[in-house]
C-alpha cells in the first residue's frame, strides 16, 4: 500500500490480470508470511520490467536482495537471543591491549548469553570471535577486491555471511544486534560507529547501548569524544543530550556491564499509533512514574507517563505479553534524552 495525505492506496502493476496472477501466487505460501508485503515485492520487480530498468541497477538489486534474503535466513532462529555488533581494527596484532580486551569482552557477553557479531576478519574482529567462541558468533565478511578472507574462528561455520555491498553489511549489523561496542579503529570502525549514533539520534532504530571501548592508558577515543562533545554541541551542530547516546569504558568488563545494565528494567519499544510502548521487565511504582512525568515533561507530547499492560495492538508478540508497560505520547525529539529515561528506567527498577 502507499500513504498518500493519509489516505492509504493499493499498490499494483497497473495491470488487473497481472495483479491477479502475483496475488494468486502469493496466496500459494499459506498464511505463515505476510502476503501484501511479500505482493508489494513481486509488484516492484515487475515494475522494474516496467521501468526498462538497466542491466547495472538490476545486478545491484539483484545481489542486495539474495544476500540479505540469505542473511535473514541465518538469523532466523537466533532473533530470540541479544546479540552486540563489536567493530574495531583488523590491523591489531594479539600483543595489544585492545585485542586481549576484545577477546575478554566476547567471553563475558557469551556467558551472559549474548552472541557476538563482527565482520569476520583477523584483529579485534578475530579477537571478538576467540573470547565468544563460534556457537556464540556470527561473522559478516565484506568481499573486497584484495580478497579478505574470514577468520579461523567463524571461517566454515553456519554463521559466516559474506556481503558483496557495504550498505547490506551496515544494515545487517544494526538489524539484527542490540548494541554496539566499538574498540580502536580506522575508517571502516568510525562509519559504523556514526551510523548507529545517526540512526538512533534520528530515531530510524530502537534505542541501544553504544560503548567506546578503549585500554586504560590509551585515551584512543578521547580526541574524538571531545571534538563532539565540545565542538559539535557548542556550535549547535548536535543536541546537548546526544553525548549521552554513548557511554566510555575502559575494561571489557565495564563495557559488558553497561550494555547488560542497558536492558536490566527496559526491554525493547514500540509505536503504537501516537504512543511510544517501553517495554518493562518489572513493572515500576506509581511515584516513580510520578518523578518521571516531572523530569521528562519535554519528551511528552501532551497526557504523562501511564503504566500498562500490553496493549490490543501487541498481540502480534505473544512472546512479549508478560511485560509490564510505560506508555506516553512521545514528542519524537531530543532521541538522546530518550536514551537518558532509559537510564533512569533502569536505576529506578534496581532500586
Not at 66 to 93: D, I
Not at 195 to 210: A, N, Y
Amino acid at each position: 500500500m502507499v500513504q498518500t495525505r493519509g489516505v492509504r492506496r493499493p499498490y499494483t502493476t497497473g495491470n488487473a490480470a497481472v495483479d491477479a496472477q502475483l496475488a494468486a501466487l502469493v496466496r500459494g505460501f499459506g498464511d505463515g508470511l505476510d502476503q501484501r508485503l511479500l505482493n508489494e515485492l513481486l509488484t516492484s520487480v515487475y515494475r522494474l520490467g516496467l521501468d526498462e530498468a538497466s542491466t547495472g541497477d538490476l545486478k545491484v538489486l539483484n545481489a542486495a536482495v539474495k544476500e540479505l534474503r540469505f542473511a535473514f535466513k541465518v538469523f532466523r532462529p537466533y532473533r530470540h537471543v541479544r546479540k552486540v555488533a563489536t567493530f574495531g581494527s583488523s590491523r591489531m596484532s594479539r600483543g595489544h591491549s585492545a585485542y586481549g580486551m576484545a577477546r575478554d569482552f566476547g567471553r563475558l557477553m557469551a556467558q551472559a548469553g549474548w552472541m557476538v557479531i563482527t565482520g569476520a576478519a583477523s584483529g579485534i574482529m578475530k579477537a571478538g570471535h576467540e573470547g565468544a567462541g563460534p556457537e556464540a558468533s556470527f561473522g559478516l565478511n565484506i568481499r573486497l577486491p584484495f580478497e579478505q578472507e574470514a577468520n579461523p574462528v567463524i571461517a566454515g561455520t553456519p554463521n559466516l555471511i559474506n556481503c558483496k555491498y557495504f550498505f547490506t553489511r551496515k544494515l545487517l549489523f544494526i538489524k539484527e544486534s542490540h548494541a554496539t561496542a566499538l574498540f580502536p579503529g580506522g575508517f571502516g570502525t568510525l562509519d559504523e560507529g556514526f551510523e548507529s549514533l545517526t540512526l538512533i539520534q534520528t530515531g530510524k532504530t530502537d534505542p541501544r547501548p553504544i560503548v567506546f571501548v578503549e585500554p586504560p592508558k590509551s585515551r584512543f577515543w578521547q580526541p574524538l569524544l571531545r571534538f563532539m562533545e565540545e565542538r559539535m554541541v557548542r556550535e549547535g551542530m548536535i543536541e546537548p543530550s546526544d553525548p549521552s547516546l554513548y557511554q566510555v569504558a575502559h575494561s571489557a568488563k565495564d563495557a559488558a556491564e553497561i550494555i547488560q545494565r542497558f536492558y536490566s528494567t527496559y526491554h525493547s519499544m514500540r509505536y503504537v499509533g501516537e504512543r511510544l510502548v517501553l517495554r518493562l521487565h518489572r513493572a515500576l511504582p506509581p511515584p516513580a512514574l510520578e518523578a518521571l512525568t516531572r523530569e521528562f515533561r519535554d519528551l511528552v507530547a501532551s497526557g504523562r507517563f501511564m503504566a500498562s499492560g500490553p496493549l490490543p495492538e501487541e498481540a502480534d508478540e505473544p512472546e512479549l505479553q508478560h511485560l509490564s508497560r510505560v506508555v506516553f505520547r512521545f514528542s519524537r525529539q531530543h532521541y538522546g534524552r530518550l536514551i537518558e529515561l532509559i537510564h533512569r528506567l533502569n536505576d529506578v527498577g534496581t532500586q
